[in-house]
């Protein structure tokens, strides 16, 4: 950059923006005379290149390798806190953004580009996003319950919007959804073509130079620790190296036949951990709840109360109590976790495909004894993860393993590891405790969820008087995020509620719910799902002598109004989802056929939670551990689906990769009832037999 182009972008940056806010630094590729790559401040602003990784710096060594340009370090108050995002400017016109976010399939790269683009006022295709790299991109929060497009994409625009004033002098300003022309578009996945011709790279795929594979020596209990072990018998097969540190033990080779052929000869023995028969776990639960307190500012609060729940259940003219359980159940991405860690000196190099690489940072960190700016994550979008890969169980095996051998390490997990070395949703058994009116009206609910959680607690329907609360448990197995967190379990409590009030009274079970909403939104939403599904609340009886039954759901759940209607035939023991109908209202739509996708793919998924899926323990050890012993959706499963989402320009958007999965548990129970006329309070609701 001419010495006149650097005043003039100091000049900008002072009567423009904020310095406060605003770094604006020259990236030269060669520092003149030396021939080394050094970065400059814009004169005037006082930045200095730092290491540590704070909201405003970068580390040294991502600092230097970023080529040419100009960088921008931008702060945005949002969330209550300073929000860091980072452009750069390539000298050939083009931009590098940079975002802690990922990609596992859920289309966050081609909205993020879509953010900057549009704020930046350029084809999408001259940015170039880099994801998930702790020492190129800012920490801006994980990729987890659905907060990249309520979140993430408002920082990124107010960013990007600010690179752009600093470059043409103009207004930094928004740009309006009615003038948008690349948000609000059916923007393409951007590594689409790489997905289906196969060039597309994904964790299990990832090598590199002089790399060992590591097969780590698994008890068969869920949690023990190791009493004795005997590698005599494994040592002997040559090309392999048994390596330990602590209880964990690893057969290492550059070839990973041989290494899992080495591994299956290690003779150890383990001290397991009891675990609580499963049947017992409601009593263990209610038994060892903590009472919650309330804690308004909490993403999920943990108890919401409005009124005098015992005074309104003793008003009631009617009063039921019931209760509701579901089981752990496991994530199973397409694709297995699988790392690879390389040591350079004190300083370690995870490439992976974890959800959120500064808390998998973090966990190497502590597990390898180093600082946290000694680790870097490099994040290639994985397939899959729902809220599995939130954790750096497999990274930190890889970082432990390649210090100990010496050299790369690669840690590829199998299906029966995904299963049972990582956790599982919990587990949970809710109390609901509701009355009625003389009107037939809700005038009281006590709702208790024991273990699963907090999230999706608060009911879309207008209550005088309830207590809605999440006690915490004990839980003696493992335990973590799932698509949605608790709002299944939650919502198919509440949901099932209204169905059994709608029916004790005989009253169509949407005339019931909308008896209790106020939100308008989401009564357009239920009465435009009920007209497309034809809602007819009369019982069937097919051709063939099966018997059919609709059910509905709704939600307002992460700020999205949300219905579903489901039609079923039951013959036999055998049961099918033949239609299903479903609208979403997540306000402005920022990529309508990617929310769509979204909408589609989480009911899908909800389909196996809600009919089949269980994980099963014994008394030490995890028994679900492959996929034949364990259904989740197929093909042959799918019914016919119209899934259609309402664009609300005006309105702020919502995220969408969580809150559909909620409606179908509900939506299901409620139509096996209307066929069979049974109610059933557990899931799953139709375990394979």
């Known amino acids: 950059m001419t010495d006149d182009a650097r005043q003039a972008y100091k000049a900008r940056f002072a009567r423009d923006l904020e310095p406060e806010r605003y770094e604006i630094f020259e990236l030269l590729e060669e520092e003149p005379g030396t021939g080394s790559t050094a970065g400059y401040g814009v004169p005037g602003t006082g930045y200095e290149p730092q290491s540590g990784g704070g909201a405003g710096s970068i580390d040294r060594r991502a600092f230097l390798a970023l080529g040419g340009g100009l960088l921008f370090l931008v702060s945005v108050r949002a969330q209550d806190r300073d929000v860091p995002v980072r452009v750069q400017v390539v000298p050939d016109g083009t931009y590098r953004a940079f975002t802690g976010k990922m990609d596992m399939g859920q289309g966050a790269r081609a909205l993020l580009t879509q953010a900057f683009a549009e704020e930046l006022g350029v084809d999408i295709a001259r940015v170039d996003l880099v994801m998930g790299d702790t020492d190129l991109c800012p920490d801006d929060g994980g990729t987890w319950a659905s907060l990249t497009t309520p979140q993430t994409v408002p920082v990124i625009r107010r960013a990007a919007a600010t690179v752009r004033a600093a470059r043409t002098g103009g207004a930094d300003t928004l740009t309006p959804p009615s003038a948008w022309r690349v948000l609000g578009q059916s923007v393409r996945r951007l590594d689409g073509r790489a997905i289906v011709t196969g060039a597309r790279v994904y964790p299990t795929d990832l090598r590199v130079p002089g790399m060992q594979h590591a097969v780590v020596v698994r008890s068969p209990h869920h949690k023990a620790t190791m009493a004795s072990i005997d590698t005599r018998e494994a040592e002997a097969v040559p090309g392999v190296r048994l390596v330990r540190d602590g209880d964990l033990v690893a057969a290492v080779s550059a070839d990973p036949a041989l290494a899992r052929r080495a591994a299956a000869r290690v003779r150890a023995t383990w001290t397991p951990t009891p675990i609580t028969p499963q049947a017992d776990w409601p009593a263990l639960f209610r038994k060892t709840a903590v009472a919650p307190v309330e804690q308004p500012d909490a993403r999920y609060p943990p108890l919401l109360r409005r009124g005098d729940v015992d005074a309104g259940l003793r008003s009631a003219v009617r009063t039921r109590t019931d209760a509701y359980t579901l089981p752990p159940i496991a994530h199973v991405p397409l694709e297995p976790r699988a790392a690879v860690a390389s040591w350079e000196g004190d300083a370690v190099t995870v490439r992976c495909g974890v959800q959120a690489p500064f808390l998998v940072r973090q966990e190497v960190a502590r597990a390898c004894g180093i600082p946290e700016a000694r680790v870097r994550i490099i994040v290639t979008g994985s397939g899959g993860g729902f809220g599995g890969k939130q954790r750096g169980e497999c990274e930190v095996e890889a970082a432990r393993l390649a210090r100990l051998v010496g050299a790369p390490v690669r840690v590829a997990w199998t299906r029966e590891e995904e299963f049972t070395c990582s956790y599982t949703r919990p587990a949970g058994v809710l109390d609901v405790e509701s009355g009625i009116d003389a009107d037939g009206r809700l005038v009281a609910v006590r709702f208790t969820n024991y273990n699963s959680g907090a999230a999706g607690l608060r009911w879309p329907y207008d209550v005088p008087n309830h207590w809605i609360g999440f006690a915490r448990a004990q839980a003696d197995v493992r335990q973590g995020s799932y698509r949605s967190l608790a709002a299944v379990a939650n919502a198919f409590a509440r949901e099932s509620t209204m169905d059994t009030w709608a029916r004790e009274l005989g009253v ?109 323990f014994d008394a030490t050890s995890q028994r679900t551990r492959r996929l034949s012993e364990y259904r989740v959706p197929r093909f042959s499963d799918m019914p016919v689906m119209d899934v259609q989402v309402i664009d609300r320009r005006d309105v702020e958007p919502a995220g969408a990769g969580e809150s559909p999965i909620t409606l179908m548990a509900p939506a299901v129970a409620a139509a096996i009832e209307h066929a069979t006329g049974e109610r059933r309070r557990s899931l799953p609701l139709w375990p394979s037999r």
């Open 508 to 616: 169509d079970p949407v005339a019931f719910r909308l008896r209790h909403i106020t939100d308008a939104r989401l009564r357009t939403v239920i009465e435009e799902t009920t007209r497309r599904f034809g809602w007819s609340n009369a019982p069937m009886t097919a051709p063939n002598g099966s018997r059919r039954g609709v059910g509905m759901s709704c939600a307002l759940e992460k700020d999205a109004r949300l219905a579903l209607c489901v039609e079923v035939e039951v013959r036999g023991a055998n049961l099918r989802v033949t239609r299903m109908v479903a609208t979403g209202d997540f306000g402005a739509a920022l990529n309508p056929d990617a929310l769509q996708n979204q909408m589609t793919g989480a009911l899908i998924q909800g389909l196996g939670g809600a009919l089949w899926e269980s994980v099963t």
